[in-house]
């Protein structure tokens, strides 16, 4: 299908590495956090999520990290995978308000 | 998690012309939100779909372009009004399941092209 984020800075990993896509947000109610991927012809797809009472938070292969101190926002991802290859959006939200989404970043995954 | 299709998933119209696209979800939501994701962009809230009452439009975003009907808890449509070439994007549909701050489900998305 015809991708999403042309224009979106990208990572380029080597299979097996591990990837860090990093995110600033500018809100600094923000108080919920969360992790997209999108592939290609999709919507985006829940990965983790993570509220500010937290700073770390992991799943399964992936772990995200949340600095409130500087408004930084990291998703990790250890021994990416090519099926790992997409675009990674990271989002926030205040209280009850809606998800704002962030720029995205498209991850590569070389073999 | 919720289970969301979209109708159409892609569709090529005409300048001038209105395209409705619909939303069906499979369990009952209070909320649905729809997005804008433009060619190369991050999503952009349009509006906030409320059962039983009008749509909440984000700034930039106006009814008279985007009328949003919400009939019930399970189903939404977002019509695209009197078409130009910069409407062509992909338009998503989300719910989110519970009460505050909890995760966002998308549709796979309505990619348009206006020629």
């Known amino acids: 299908g015809e991708s999403v984020g042309l224009h979106l800075p990208t990572l380029s990993v080597q299979e097996g590495d591990n990837s860090i896509i990093n995110c600033a947000y500018s809100?600094?109610?923000?108080?919920?956090f969360i992790w997209y991927k999108q592939e290609s012809g999709k919507g985006p797809q829940f990965i983790i999520d993570?509220?500010?009472?937290?700073d770390k938070r992991q799943g399964q292969r992936v772990t995200v990290l949340l600095n409130k101190t500087v408004k930084h926002l990291s998703l990790q991802i250890a021994a990416t995978q090519p099926g790992d290859s997409a675009v990674y959006f990271c989002?926030?939200?205040?209280?009850?308000?809606?998800?704002?989404f962030g720029k995205g970043t498209r991850l590569s995954v070389i073999a | 998690s919720a289970v969301i299709s979209q109708k159409p998933s892609r569709d090529i119209c005409q300048r001038g012309t209105s395209l409705t696209i619909q939303c069906q979800v499979d369990s009952q939501v209070t909320m649905m939100f729809w997005y804008r994701q433009q060619p190369g962009q991050s999503l952009t809230l349009i509006a906030t779909?409320?059962?039983?009452?009008?749509?909440?439009?984000e700034s930039g975003f106006v009814i008279d372009k985007f009328p949003i009907s919400r009939p019930n808890l399970t189903f939404s449509t977002l019509t695209v009004s009197n078409m130009s070439p910069e409407d062509s994007s992909i338009y998503l549909c989300s719910v989110e399941k519970g009460a505050v701050n909890t995760e966002a489900f998308f549709g796979q998305g309505t990619r348009l092209t206006v020629v």
């Open positions: 779909a409320n059962q039983g009452s009008e749509a909440t439009y």
């Open positions: 809100n600094s109610a923000s108080d919920y």
């Open positions: 989002a926030e939200s205040s209280g009850n308000t809606p998800l704002v």
């Open positions: 993570i509220r500010s009472n937290m």
